[in-house]
């Protein structure tokens, strides 16, 4: 990013941006060490009642929108077996039961999108809140049309999203994920040039659309060109974490202090996304975890995130994919109401983040836009396996480290358990036809090849 685009807010500007009257977000999982990504411990957070009328809210200044600061990511909906064997669904029943949930403990922000959960989402979600008062929830879709970015088909993505979504308007609606590809040519081609941008306005004037905006990975140049066009954007969705607040990987994406910042200066309303960066900061190495529990033993690394990227006044929402029990309960807890982060918590955080930043991780959110793989590769439970190694200090350099045969048993075995050997990066061919689905833009054939080398020298006992 150039520098004239660095924009830069200190820790001072932050707090002052922030505000001290602003509020935080709540915690996932913890999930340590190579266990398999199923998972669901919520370590760390404490097990007592959940509030049912302590939530933290932010208004929108452009609709009056009371909208809750935890938001429920709709991007992971649990999936089961069909009961002819035939394949996967939604499991719609627990789907039911966390949005009832998230509903009655005062969560009213639910974000879905046309390809999420392999175009399953909407309707997923849609079932779960026809059952409730349309005033009781905000429903934020999107126009997700990097495929096929003709008028015909995004028109057609639009109209259904009513169908799937069982309502007559959309509380907030998004051009999905500008920024990658060729910039602005590609921006201008998805929804310039198409005559979309126009329809959308004309559906906002007509009350069809209540919010409109976008979200962004990518070109900072199409981050500007959208704030620049002289639209009074109602959001935006952005990338905002401990890490990427000065330190986004500047081959993938863009520092959060500047997008925030940006964001303060058009009076537009963040919403946030990816405050876990993907989980990671859900499962810090040890010795972050060690800074953390110096200042609160009783708080999971999760919170922290959580915390960070809801404490500032302009974010209305901190979107969550909540796909168990215990992590939607240890969210609500941290949002019913937010503590924000006070000055020492924040200085520990950027202690954190020089640990994160040098380490060996695979800058995978585990968005699972790179799937299906043509070839079965299960690329996020691959990506997610490793980095759940690394966190727990378990990649060994060589056969003399202190934890060799532990490490070793526990990569190996936690491998086959999370990640089908057919679906292994030993399986992957280099197709390179996941490489431009993925919003962190993430070499994946060469992070696949990495991590197959690495596995099969434990397997020989070589190079160690």
Sequence with gaps: MKKKNTAAINRRDFFRIAGAGAVAAGAGALMPGCKPRSAASAEGGAVDEVPTDKMTYRVNPHTGDKVSLLGYGCMRWPLRQKADGSGEEVDQETVNELVDYAIAHGVNYFDTAPVYVRGWSETATGIALKRHP??????????????????????????????????????????????????????????????????????????????????????????????????????????????????????????????????????????IMEPLLGGRLARVPAQALALMNGIDSESSAAKWAFRYAGTPENVLTVLSGMVYMEHLQENIRTYAPLAPLNG????????????????????????????????????????????????????????????????????????????????????????????SHCPQRINIPNEMRRINRYAENLKQKSMF
């Design 134 to 271: 349309r005033d009781k929830f905000f429903i934020a879709t999107k126009m997700s049309n990097p495929g096929d970015p003709s008028p015909q088909a995004s028109l057609a993505m639009y109209h259904n999203s009513f169908k799937n979504l069982q309502v007559d308007y959309l509380d907030y609606y998004l051009m999905h994920n500008i920024g990658p590809g060729d910039g602005i040519a590609t921006f201008r081609q998805r929804f310039i040039d198409n005559g979309m941008l126009d329809f959308l306005l004309k559906e906002k004037e007509a009350g069809r659309i209540r919010n409109l905006g976008w979200s962004f990975h990518g070109d900072v140049k199409v981050f500007d060109y959208a704030l620049a066009m002289g639209i009074q954007w109602d959001f935006c969705q952005i990338q905002l974490n401990y890490q990427d607040w000065q330190h986004a990987d500047p081959k993938r994406n863009i520092n959060a202090e500047y997008l925030y910042g940006e964001l303060v200066k058009h009076n537009v309303p963040a919403v």
């Design 344 to 435: 020492a918590e924040y200085e520990m955080l950027e202690q954190v983040t020089g640990i994160l930043v040098d380490s060996e991780y695979v800058q995978c959110t585990e968005c699972q836009y790179c799937m299906p793989c043509p070839y079965g590769i299960d690329i996020p439970g691959t990506f997610g396996h490793y980095n759940r190694c690394v966190s727990a200090g378990k990649i060994l350099k060589s056969a003399n480290d202190e934890n060799y045969r532990t490490a070793r048993r526990d990569f190996l075995v936690g491998y086959d358990r999370s990640v089908p050997k057919l679906r292994q990066a030993d399986h992957c061919i280099g197709c390179e036809i996941c490489r």
